[in-house]
């Protein structure tokens, strides 16, 4: 398996402009969170799906950020318009727990490195 | 509020050195506590779940334990191999998405 897949991996955008991160989970896996890794507040989930549903959004910092997965292969992670404090690491994960917590066994992405200039 | 924190923030250990690293935790009911492992440039790898104290979990050169207020991951005879940055995350009772991470010890092994 290759592994849950993140484009771009790099994205420089000026502030204002539309920006959207892509994901590929593993193939089968029911769960896919997205995360952001910053070193003044280190890594936050921001959103979590479970078979394609949305089932908490309640760590997206703002209404500039939303999140969609049109289907169980593929997710996306907009922020319209950007601002330069969401600059950061952007992780997608996914998971199929063969017991106990959705966060057992997450398999995490190489991750987006987001500059808003 | 609840809080996690880690410690040391860095740790440099000589080859063969063994140690522990420290997951501090106040959580409204713990659900689950979660070690991972951060490379330079990549995503966290998942190490560990621990639930309850006492319980205690083994990969390789790696064993984390927890207690009632901490879980420790040690670490015996590192290899240059074991440097990374260690995560440790709680998951608290009081909501699904409430999953809190520290900011990690970064270890460096010397060979």
């Known amino acids: 398996d290759a592994g849950v897949i993140q484009s771009p991996r790099h994205e420089v955008t000026e502030m204002g402009q539309e920006v959207t991160l892509r994901c590929k989970p593993i193939s089968g896996h029911d769960y896919l969170f997205w995360y952001r890794q910053t070193m003044m507040r280190g890594l936050e989930l921001l959103i979590y799906f479970n078979n394609n549903v949305p089932i908490d959004d309640s760590g997206m910092p703002e209404d500039r950020f939303s999140a969609k997965m049109p289907n169980a292969s593929f997710s996306t992670l907009k922020i319209q318009p950007s601002e330069p404090r969401d600059s950061a690491v952007y992780f997608c994960?996914?998971?199929?727990?063969?017991?106990?917590?959705?966060?057992?066994?997450?398999?995490f992405g190489p991750g987006t490195r987001l500059t808003v200039l | 509020e609840d809080q996690v924190t880690q410690s040391p923030e860095a740790l440099r250990l000589q080859e063969g050195e063994s140690s522990s690293l420290n997951c501090s935790y106040t959580v409204s009911g713990l659900r689950g506590l979660f070690w991972y492992r951060q490379d330079p440039g990549k995503g966290p790898e998942f190490l560990f779940t621990l639930y309850s104290a006492g319980e205690e979990k083994e990969k390789e050169r790696l064993k984390a334990t927890l207690t009632k207020k901490e879980s420790f991951l040690h670490i015996t005879a590192p290899k240059p191999e074991d440097s990374a940055t260690y995560l440790c995350a709680v998951l608290d009772q009081t909501g699904a998405n409430n999953l809190f991470f520290g900011t990690g010890t970064r270890l460096t092994v010397i060979p």
């Open positions: 994960a996914s998971s199929l727990p063969t017991s106990g917590w959705r966060y057992n066994e997450q398999f």
